[in-house]
């Protein structure tokens, strides 16, 4: 049964080596050349994979920049879902957001690394980004509203999928102020204590 465990995390492992190996290698001729100006049998010859094996990862040219949203976990609904006893859903929400501000995650908008600034370069210039991020997003959203509904935070279906809306909302103007202030030049480090004032000031208007 342990060599059966351990054969399976072997290959998880390797799974997760290859993902990230095809997004590292996408990245970089991304930042070279622009998305339109990669194809997807570049990526696939950087990485040393072939196409199929591309496209088992990653099914379109797209999901190579925003797999961030979507990979691993449910985000917000997660974080509702799994936050402490007593603890209320927005809180938890904004103390999530807080911490990927800590952490430089990229989904906030506040990192200044080479592939943070082509992520969001590229969000923000490619025009077949975003109808992909759009689906990502609500899809994202609705689950936020449904665990909301069902932890008894919001009283209707109707409430919670405006309350899980205005904190996407919230969220995506927040990363938005802060991806421009490193479009602009400064570091990460400079913003940081702008970006967590902003972030306050937001979830204390969503608090009534």
Do not use: C, W
Request: hydrophobic content about 45%; glycine content about 6%.
């Amino acid at each position: 049964m342990g060599a059966v465990a351990e054969e399976l995390g072997l290959r998880e492992r390797k799974k997760r080596q290859t993902r990230e190996a095809i997004a590292a290698a996408a990245f970089a001729l991304f930042r070279e050349r622009g998305f339109d100006g990669v194809s997807v049998a570049d990526i696939a010859a950087a990485a040393e994979v072939s196409k199929p094996t591309l496209f088992a990862y990653f099914p379109t040219k797209e999901d190579l920049v925003l797999h961030r949203f979507v990979d691993g976990s449910d985000g917000p609904a997660l974080v509702v879902r799994e936050r402490p006893a007593g603890t209320s859903a927005l809180h938890a929400l904004r103390t999530y957001f807080l911490d990927l501000l800590a952490r430089r995650d990229l989904l906030s908008g506040l990192n200044d690394t080479p592939t943070g600034v082509t992520f969001h370069a590229l969000l923000y210039t490619t025009p077949s980004l975003l109808p992909r991020l759009t689906s990502y997003l609500i899809d994202r959203e609705r689950k936020l509203a449904e665990e909301l509904l069902a932890t008894g935070e919001q009283p209707d279906e109707f409430t919670a999928r405006l309350v899980a809306a205005q904190v996407f909302g919230a969220q995506r103007i927040l990363a938005e102020y802060n991806a421009a202030e490193i479009r602009a030049g400064r570091g990460a480090d400079e913003v940081y204590p702008a970006a967590v004032a902003r972030a306050e000031t937001a979830f204390d208007m969503l608090e009534p």
